[in-house]
Nanobody, 125 residues
């Protein structure tokens, strides 16, 4: 049984930082492309960042230079370091594991097979 469990969210003031974690069980994060998505109220879920099995990283334009995705294969955990947070970053954040092939785009939700339950990030101005 695959489980992805996010943690690390919470309230933070604009300009602050948070580090999200996604602990995997029943699944090996090193064996698949992993991603972080977010969904704000009334909006569609969007890709935030992705990391390949080899460690190549991908980011949405809105978070480039502020967010960093990484993983610890030994701990089987995915991370998202978020700096210089803005009120528009407020959303539920989800980690996800890509299905593998075919691979068309890192930020297509339909290409991910497993999802966590999400962790809320709220940035106040």
């Amino acid at each position: 049984q695959v489980q992805l469990v996010e943690s690390g969210g919470g309230p933070v003031q604009a300009g602050g930082s948070l580090r999200l974690s996604c602990a995997a069980s029943g699944y090996t994060v090193s064996s698949s492309f992993m991603g972080w998505f977010r969904q704000a109220p009334g909006k569609e879920r969007e890709g935030v960042a992705g990391i390949s099995t080899r460690g190549s990283t991908y980011y949405a334009d809105s978070v480039k230079g502020r967010f960093t995705i990484s993983k610890d294969n030994a701990k089987n955990t995915l991370f998202l370091q978020m700096n210089s947070l803005k009120p528009e970053d407020t959303a539920m954040y989800y980690c996800a594991a890509h299905r593998g092939s075919p691979f068309f785009a890192w930020d297509r939700r339909a290409e991910y097979s497993y999802w966590g339950q999400g962790t809320q990030v709220t940035v106040s101005s």
